[in-house]
């Protein structure tokens, strides 16, 4: 939530670059963006409302001076969107600059006190009392980096910070506790970004920077210290595997059809992790006394779906809980002997790491699933699985979640051949099915693209949705439900289709939409059931079938089909790939941005 980046560099101006990074950030929220670069030892800044490309146009965000630079892409928290509340924010004699991720909780506290003592504010945010604060600390003598060590320790919550001077334009001092922020670095140049893909095209270069550390970029290098001690930290560089062009839409026109056709291949990569680093998951879980995996959104669609691939094929039925409420509802009764699943896509969800550190404290094992190098969930976890979507832009995750599935199904099959609850023949014979599915997936998307287009012309008008499956196919039908939600502000529900009839079969009439996840498994012969009663009820019947199903093609008014029968556990794979692009096309055709849904951003920081 909210995009930082900042850059300073020894030759040429750094705005183009501060708008084409936040372009690539914005992913991460676009209330309103905003730069300030400092040249003559002068603060210029441009924010404004609005999209970047709508305040670019307004404001020119690439005629700026100077070589070094912030700027910050917003998702409101505290004070609606405006011009006024956009960061970067200021001290009193506009010297020093700020832009912050995050919330600071004892903010009208600290406003209070500094306005008392005669300070100026301008917005309605918490972030600013940070220059007010660092304007009073530099007034008693300190040096920029003193001054933000004394700020962290007054202030109480989460953040990214990162700050400039007009007084010391040497440098750009950056500190982070509980949101994310790294930092790229090269010959001449220093950035630091809250993701990754920001600074992409200039460097692969990353190094970390940890929760309760301060660092100061120059053109010459970075100097990292703890806040705690100031004890200086020697952190080695690690080089990125992602490219720039992955970052970037490569004809598409959205980043969300990019990655829904990357899919095949972010599968084809997932499945060649390490057999050792599946392993060592697979024996933390058999070693493990309750196992419990937990997500939020997306990533616990990926969860649901996991626990029936683990009971199916190992003999082992993990618990489920959202990581928003999971403390509230296992109240304590965790211990060492336990284990925790974490799945999230960027590694820094703050109800995930909140519900980690929780299980931490209870001596809890934790096993990350995570796409993202280097981020938070990885520091906290006793073993992490890296999968391999490569960077995700879209905001609406649907590659992340293919590879969460992948991952998913390696460490199953794998617990699966520990435990012995499948013979040697079945698990081999699962593995292959696991092997053909990025060839699966690729048909599924050419042969459902088109048929997806023409169902959001037909529907484009329903005001709501309802989503139905059984077993595993729950997860796709929530899934389904979630993206269309997201992304084209349809009232979409999903539910057990055995439950539809306890209740929400009340809202069915006529011409109602009914999708039904109907693969050919266990479950199909009771959802022709659930199906019948619906279409009793003037339901119009949109399904997702094996192509040769041609009872239920009969009884559908329209079918999404998958070419082959697929093993039940990995059912989800294919099956949510038409509901992604009718979501995609929905949110077309009825004129929005399916790469930047309103009120979302890709990485959800606070609580
Ligand atoms: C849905 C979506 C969100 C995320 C959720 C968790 O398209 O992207 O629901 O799945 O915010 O995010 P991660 O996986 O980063 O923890």
Redesign the pocket.
Known sequence: MCGIIAVIQERGVVAPFLHQALKRLEYRGYDSVGVTTIANNTLYTKKDKGKIEEVHKRLNLDEMPGLIGIGHTRWATHGAPSMLNAHPHFDCEDKIAVVHNGVIDNFIELRKELSEKGHKFNSETDTEVIPHMIEDFVKDGLGLIEAIKEVTKRIEGTYAIVAMSTEESDKIVCTRDGNPLVIGTKSGASYVSSDIPAFLPMTNDMILLLDGEIASLTTEGIHIEKLSNGAIVDRETIKISWTADQAKKSGYPHFMLKEIHEQPDAIKETLRLRPEIVKEAASIIKESENVYMI???????AAQAGRHMFASLAGILPSFEL?SDFPDTVYGSLSEKDCIIA???????T??ITAVKYAKQHGSKIIAI??VVGSSITRLANHTIITQAGPEIG????K??MV?LTSLALIALELGEMTGFRNSKEIVKKRNSLEKLPELVSEVISRNEEKARRLASILHEKPSLLFLGRGISIATAEEGA??LK?ISYNHAEAYSAGESKHGPIALVQNDYPVIFIAPSDDTRNRIVGNIMEMKARGAKIISVIQKDDDEIRDLSDYVFTIPEIVESEYSVMPYIVPLQLFSYYMALRKGYDPDKPRN?A???TVL
Do not use: P, R, Y
Request: no cysteine; net charge negative; aromatic share 4%.
């Open positions: 997500a939020m959104g997306t990533s616990g669609h990581a799945i999230t896509q960027s590694g820094e969800t109800d995930t995570t796409n905001v609406a995750a649907t992340t979640f969460q979630l993206k997201e979302l890709k990485s959800v």
